[in-house]
């Protein structure tokens, strides 16, 4: 069964600290995809990456970077001094194609973040 | 560009009473999925469509629960009888089938509280 684990409830950092966001995943399939989605407190989830699984290279994007790594099912997203503006909730997501052939996204339970200023 | 939209924000109601919400797609978007979230949890997956065809429902989703795409442009997601239990955020997100996965783009949610 396909499953996202995100170990780290809630995360509280000081201003231009710099932080990591765990993801562990869990599937048998061959072909995945692995997001990051971003859930601010007026509660839309705002797309970040994308990854499949056939792509390990770490990938940077501004202050965000993610850490790809099958050998540990791991999907690690780090925030590289952080900005009040970061504070939100941070979910991992694993997309999959069930029996049926529709295409299903499993979250994790997501990770909190406050950046403190 | 609009993002995907969803009427009404929150929504309050009494137990046993039906619900109704909306959720409007990118306009290109083919595909369309409605999630649930609770306090603390991620979304749930509970209905997928593609197009006008409702191609997958999950377990989550009672006999109570109905949804709709006419024409393959908006959806609605009916909740009849409600209880206290559905009281949850519902999330609307649409996709543009394509090569690979795609990437789905998330509305801002309904907040349903059931009295």
């Known amino acids: 069964a396909q499953k996202v684990t995100q170990a780290q409830t809630e995360i509280s950092v000081v201003e231009k600290e710099d932080v990591t966001l765990d993801c562990v995943y869990e599937t048998r399939d061959t072909t995945y995809y692995l997001f990051w989605y971003k859930q601010p407190p007026s509660g839309e989830l705002v797309f970040l990456i994308r990854?499949?699984?056939?792509?390990?290279q770490n990938e940077i994007s501004g202050r965000y970077s993610w850490n790809f790594q099958k050998s540990t099912s791991s999907f690690n997203f780090t925030i590289t001094a952080s900005q009040v503006v970061d504070s939100a909730v941070y979910f991992c997501?694993?997309?999959?194609?069930?029996?049926?052939?529709?295409?299903?996204?499993?979250f994790g339970k997501g990770t909190k973040l406050t950046v403190n200023p | 560009d609009t993002g995907v939209s969803q009427d009404p924000r929150h929504k309050i109601t009494k137990r046993g009473q039906n619900v109704t919400f909306r959720c409007d797609p990118i306009s290109e978007h083919n595909r369309l999925y409605w999630y649930r979230q609770t306090l603390g949890q991620g979304p749930e997956f509970l209905t997928y469509f593609q197009n006008e065809a409702q191609l997958e429902k999950s377990r989550l989703l009672s006999d109570r629960f109905s949804a709709e795409r006419p024409k393959g442009s908006f959806s609605t997601l009916e909740i009849q009888r409600t209880e206290q239990g559905d009281s949850a955020m519902y999330l609307c997100?649409?996709?543009?089938?394509?090569?690979?996965?795609?990437?789905?783009?998330f509305g801002p949610g309904t907040r349903l509280t059931v009295l």
């Open positions: 997100a649409s996709s543009l089938l394509g090569g690979g996965a795609d990437t789905q783009y």
């Open positions: 997501a694993l997309s999959f194609i069930t029996q049926g052939g529709s295409e299903k996204l499993v």
């Open positions: 990854r499949n699984s056939f792509d390990e």
